[in-house]
């Protein structure tokens, strides 16, 4: 079965670090992958997603992600974060071309920002 | 566009009681998934309906069960609670099914089983 692993449970960060969260998953076919975000009292909400081509993707708020296939990795990146970062986040991955629509996520990363 | 929306906010049930939940989703989509979320596990998926039939379910017991109407309103039913049944319980809703089409997810049911 497909799985996610988010290696950091908890990262924590001055404003204006550098952020990179990692995300690699086990599944051999072809997959669509997501991340989430969940802010503090909110719901989940999409911030970027790759299903084909170019395997850098950018997203909301100066996120971007990396896919790279041969590492099974989609990790997420931010040049600068801010306060307003702290958050939950959540890599997702589903089968592309499956029959259902699946989304298997990792068990989070909480970022918090420290001002 | 009015968001998913998510009935009640919040619920407290005792062991042994069932609960029913309920999801509207954004209009015009028709495809609605539900998922648990805890501390522990984190988020996992219940099950999926599109067009009234459930077309993939999880890993969960029996007594958790599903159904979607026909303006696309989904809702949950879980019987016999356990105290391990206590979680957010997220309904997202999407245009079609399929992994091309974003999943807009609920604010949740907060479900506390005593």
């Known amino acids: 079965a497909q799985s996610v692993s988010q290696h950091n449970h908890h990262v924590i960060l001055s404003e204006a670090a550098s952020l990179e969260l990692g995300c690699n998953y086990s599944y051999g076919g072809t997959v669509n992958l997501f991340w989430y975000v969940q802010y503090p009292g909110q719901h989940l909400q999409l911030l970027l997603k790759?299903?084909?081509?170019?395997?850098l993707v950018k997203g909301i708020k100066g996120f971007e992600a990396e896919f790279i296939k041969s590492k099974f990795s989609f990790n997420l990146r931010k040049p600068s974060v801010q306060w307003s970062d702290t958050a939950e986040y959540f890599c997702?991955?589903?089968?592309?071309?499956?029959?259902?629509?699946?989304?298997?996520f990792g068990k989070g990363t909480k970022l918090s920002v420290i001002p | 566009k009015a968001g998913v929306t998510q009935t009640p906010r919040y619920l407290i049930k005792t062991r042994g009681q069932q609960v029913t939940l309920s999801c509207s989703p954004i209009?015009?989509?028709?495809?609605v998934s539900w998922y648990q979320q805890t501390p522990g596990q984190g988020l996992q998926f219940l099950f999926e309906?599109?067009?009234?039939?459930?077309?993939n379910k999880g890993n969960f017991p029996g007594r958790f069960s599903g159904r979607q109407f026909s303006n696309s309103r989904s809702e949950m039913n879980v019987s016999t609670l356990e105290l391990g049944d206590s979680a957010l319980y997220l309904c997202?809703?999407?245009?079609?099914?399929?992994?091309?089409?974003?999943?807009?997810f609920g604010p949740g049911t907060r479900l506390t089983v005593t």
């Open positions: 209009s015009g989509h028709r495809s």
């Open positions: 997702a991955v589903i089968l592309s071309g499956a029959g259902s629509y699946q989304l298997t």
């Open positions: 997202a809703s999407s245009l079609e099914p399929g992994g091309h089409y974003e999943q807009y």
């Open positions: 790759y299903f084909s081509g170019d395997p």
């Open positions: 309906y599109f067009s009234e039939t459930q077309r």
